[in-house]
């Protein structure tokens, strides 16, 4: 995926393969972002075993990534960044992810209003990064995997996301918030904090995706 476009979610995965999706409003700040550096991390460690997506709500195709983004740390090294373009959701996009991790519970309450069976893999991306932290720490406990070869990615995926769905209080009791605001049209510090707040969540879900894929 290096020097490359990130292939976008429109059609039909190859088995070895398992899908995240990360949803916000535009598709430009939140999802653009975390798609980007969870794509990059994961290609790093597991090549070509996942297909990272994002999509909005409410799309504005006019709209590009901002600079500020750009302008993150972080972002330097995520070359398919610079080709991100904004994708509306779709309710054959999300039939099709594995797991889906939006930006605020209000994305999520989209997702499942068009999608209701997407309930038990759909987290907000700060709720599934404090789980993957929580399941590293054992305070939730660990996910029970099938015997290695025995399911695809994309079921151990599914698994584990309803493992997860399962422990949703504790987890949400851990969080000062699910959410992780906007920073579209505000202060460039806005951007900072919103990168502050996804970098480890995606740190934390990029090592648990990680161990699946290398078990498989």
């Known amino acids: 995926m290096k020097g490359r476009p990130c292939p976008r979610y429109d ?24 798609q980007h550096l969870l794509a990059r991390q994961l290609e790093d460690a597991v090549p070509g075993r996942y297909r990272v997506a994002s999509a909005g709500t409410q799309v504005n195709p006019r709209l590009t990534v901002p600079p500020q983004v750009h302008a993150l740390p972080r972002a330097g090294a995520l070359q398919t960044l610079t080709a991100h373009v904004p994708t509306q959701l779709s309710g054959r996009t999300v039939a099709k992810a594995d797991l889906l991790l ?87 510090e806005a951007y900072t904090d919103m990168a502050s707040a996804l970098e480890p969540a995606v740190g934390y879900i990029t090592d648990l995706l990680v161990g699946l894929a290398r078990r498989s």
């Open 11 to 34: 059609g039909p995965m190859t088995e070895p393969q398992a899908t995240v999706l990360f949803v916000c409003t535009g598709n430009i700040c939140r999802s653009a972002y975390g």
């Open 102 to 188: 939006a930006a605020t519970s209000d994305h999520s309450a989209v997702i499942l209003r068009e999608t209701p069976a997407a309930l038990n893999r759909s987290f907000t991306m700060l709720e599934f990064g404090a789980a993957a932290q929580a399941m590293a720490t054992g305070a939730i406990p660990a996910w029970s995997a099938p015997p290695a070869g025995s399911s695809t990615l994309a079921e151990d995926v599914r698994s584990l996301a309803r493992h997860v769905s399962r422990h949703r209080p504790v987890v949400r009791g851990s969080l000062a918030t699910i959410d992780l605001p906007d920073p579209y049209g505000r202060a460039d």
